[in-house]
């Protein structure tokens, strides 16, 4: 055997559970070194019978002197009782339902217990304890624990582990001399080894610390490489100075407030200047993203080039494409869109027209990146909500224009210190600032018997010409956790309710046409409640609406909490936001506190970072970046900072990492990356 053999090899693992471990992320043996343990158990101290404390989680090693069946054998009620002693006591092991276990235990042999331990009127009890034979290999020093899935056991997973540790030997080392001996680091074989089987407290430590190191050296030369796919090409497209970008603004039906303006000030310096664009925006919910998008638009296609703009939902895309319709037909500019729903036909008239140049605007979904989208002259790419996209994803679009500029804009205020990780050297502004006359959204937080009083107060708001939508977690019973409402159920229980008031449901699993059927009424004033799940959370603008309510608001992260209450206070009617709890966990609670008090996305964004830390808040999906297992870019911020001093030097000097010393590396970076083909081959 040998560490590239699938795990089929290993005794014992068929198909089946081949198929848990392979959704693990475990296919070769080798991948049984990645998966580390999600907690030790200390079985280094071994205590005697009369040392042990009620509650505490201890090792003792004792003989059976006794086992008593309890219960018929037939029922489910079955105990079983050893009595096991040592030389300084007794003490009592419990079992239930001990089918199983009645046989492994032989009167007189002597067993290692471990578990916790209660202590009764002087009577020492163990309920339930893992145990094995005195003497067997394993069962003393600090015990792995491993995370598990349906199928597998911890005593399976240990096993495979064992057998791993035996090829150990053939790993290979990614990193050169060099850079272990500069920052001090274990090697490989060493790290994996006391990642697993820790000595102590230090050796486990310095297993980490390398272990760290590895994933945010593979990340760091992993981003750099995919900025500098992009940005390699340094000489960029001038927009033409000429273009009057005052002539747009003046049509707007509003100013620009005093933040918008400087962004567009930065943003046309950079279109104006050789250097290629590579900005991005961040602005909290309705802070007027969208015009700053427009303005560069316009001034992109008054230049001579064409435009792109793509949105994470197709509801958010449709929205941008009306907009832009409205604004842009006033100054003979064409805008086209593009989404996967759409038909073959309709597809292929858009696209035909995208490559000879009567569309000047392109929005639309992801389909946008797919290889038969070719335009004609794209010179700016602008991304809406980036964190929705992976890393990659931007960079395709980008591929479709010689060198063009690119904006990506983002509503969930990112922390500065993490901003600068994830996008780089890219150049960050602020929209710091809302438009004038938006109200403070009222914030209010109730428990489940608070909800009469909001639905009483939501028929208040609606006979005042106004909307609300009402947000549950689930979309139908089905998925149903206990104490969750669904949008279904409550969408069933609001329509009774509220009987001549008109009441839709909305969800993500609904048909495109059926969704944007919805949204147009609701956003026409003919639904008066939308009751939906997260789906409304990106961008959608229905200035009349002035009520969200959240139900089962514990559920929700802060982010999306704080991006659900912006979809109120658009208009100029005062707005509110209540969330209705149950939950009595901390974080949850101190999460509605937070909304209660601030509506500052930066402060919200510090705090979601605070409860949530940095991997949750970076999670894949919702950020493209790739998994870490152990490094947190915020705690491990000074190994980020050699781990990214590292990546620059060894990119410099390797731009491809194609050197034969840096197979490894580049094995690891692509796999850390997956699918995603980051590396310029
Ligand atoms: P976001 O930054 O969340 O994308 P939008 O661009 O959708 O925000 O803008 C939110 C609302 O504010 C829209 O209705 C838009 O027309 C309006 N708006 C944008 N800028 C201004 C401004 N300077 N003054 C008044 N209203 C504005
Ligand atoms: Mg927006």
Same mark, same amino acid.
């Given at each position: ?131 094995? &034979? ?73 297993? &980490? ?17 995919? &900025? ?454």
């Amino acid at each position: 055997m040998n560490l590239n053999d699938p795990i089929s090899s290993i005794k014992g693992i068929g198909s089946k559970k081949a198929d848990v471990l392979k959704s693990m992320g475990i296919e070769t043996i080798e991948d049984f070194f990645y998966v580390y343990p999600r907690d030790y158990q200390d079985r280094r101290e071994l205590k005697k019978v009369n040392e042990l404390l009620d509650g505490s989680v201890s090792l003792v090693k004792g003989k059976i002197v006794l086992k008593v069946k309890n219960g018929s054998p037939y029922s489910r009620k079955q105990t079983l009782k050893v009595l096991v002693t040592d030389e300084t006591g007794g003490m009592e092991v419990v079992f239930f339902n001990p089918k199983f276990i009645v046989n492994r235990l032989e009167m007189d042999a002597e067993y290692v217990f471990y578990g916790r331990v209660s202590i009764e009127f002087g009577k020492i009890k163990m309920i339930h304890p893992e145990f094995v &034979k005195s003497g067997a290999n394993n069962t003393q020093g600090i015990i792995p624990i491993y995370p598990l899935k349906a199928g597998i056991s911890q005593s399976e997973m240990q096993k495979w582990q064992h057998i791993a540790a035996g090829l150990l030997e053939e790993l290979k080392e990614p990193l050169t001399k060099a850079i272990i001996d500069k920052n001090n680091l274990c090697d490989i074989q060493y790290a994996i080894r006391h990642i697993h089987r820790p000595q102590d407290k230090n050796t486990l430590k310095a297993a &980490k610390y390398r272990l760290i190191f590895d994933e945010l050296l593979f990340l760091q030369i992993g981003l750099f490489s995919i &900025k500098n796919k992009v940005l390699s090409n340094q000489a960029g497209i001038c927009f033409d100075k000429n273009v009057q970008e005052k002539i747009f603004m003046e049509q707007l039906p509003y100013t620009l407030t005093g933040a918008q303006q400087r962004v567009i000030a930065e943003i046309m310096r950079d279109m104006e200047s050789e250097k290629g664009m590579n900005r991005l925006v961040q602005g909290d919910v309705g802070s007027g993203k969208t015009a700053i998008a427009e303005i560069a638009l316009y001034k992109a296609v008054k230049s001579g080039f064409q435009g792109v703009m793509m949105a994470p939902t197709e509801l958010l895309a449709k929205q941008h494409f009306e907009g832009f319709v409205h604004e842009f037909d006033k100054h003979g500019i064409t805008v086209g869109f593009l989404s996967g729903s759409m038909s073959a036909k309709e597809k292929h008239q858009t696209l035909e027209k995208l490559a000879e140049g009567s569309i000047d605007i392109l929005v639309g979904t992801h389909a946008l990146i797919q290889p038969n989208v070719v335009f004609k002259n794209l010179g700016l790419v602008i991304t809406d909500e980036q964190h929705r996209f992976g890393v990659n994803q931007r960079n395709l679009l980008a591929e479709k224009g010689q060198t063009p500029d690119i904006l990506i804009m983002t509503a969930t205020p990112i922390p500065r210190t993490l901003a600068v990780i994830l996008y780089g050297d890219l150049d960050i502004s602020v929209i710091d600032e809302l438009p004038p006359g938006r109200q403070q959204i009222i914030t209010r937080a109730a428990e489940s018997s608070g909800r009469e009083k909001a639905y009483a107060f939501i028929r208040n708001e609606i006979e005042n010409g106004r909307q609300a939508y009402v947000v549950a977690p689930l979309i139908s019973e089905s998925e149903s956790l206990e104490n969750v409402i669904s949008a279904e159920e409550l969408y069933q229980e609001l329509k009774k309710k509220f009987n001549t008031i008109e009441v839709s449901l909305l969800h993500g699993e609904m048909k495109q046409a059926e969704k944007d059927e919805i949204m147009t009424r609701f956003y026409n004033n003919e639904i008066k409640i939308l009751v939906s799940t997260v789906v409304i959370e990106v961008g959608i603008n229905v200035p009349n609406a002035t009520i969200m309510l959240i139900e089962n608001a514990e559920r929700f992260g802060l982010a999306q909490l704080h991006q659900l209450r912006g979809r109120v206070g658009r208009g100029k009617h005062q707005s509110y936001c209540l969330l209705i709890s149950n939950g009595k966990n901390p974080i949850a609670k101190e999460r509605i506190h937070t909304m209660v008090s601030t509506s500052d996305g930066f402060i919200i964004a510090e705090k979601d970072l605070e409860l949530r830390g940095p991997g949750e808040f970076f999670g894949t999906k919702q950020h493209g970046l790739p998994d870490l297992k152990l490094a947190d870019l915020v705690k491990h911020a000074k190994i980020l900072h050699r781990a990214r001093e590292e990546a620059k030097t060894i990119l410099e000097e390797d731009p491809q990492i194609s050197l034969s010393e840096h197979a490894c590396l580049r094995e690891k970076t692509l796999k850390l990356f997956s699918e995603e083909s980051i590396l310029s081959i």
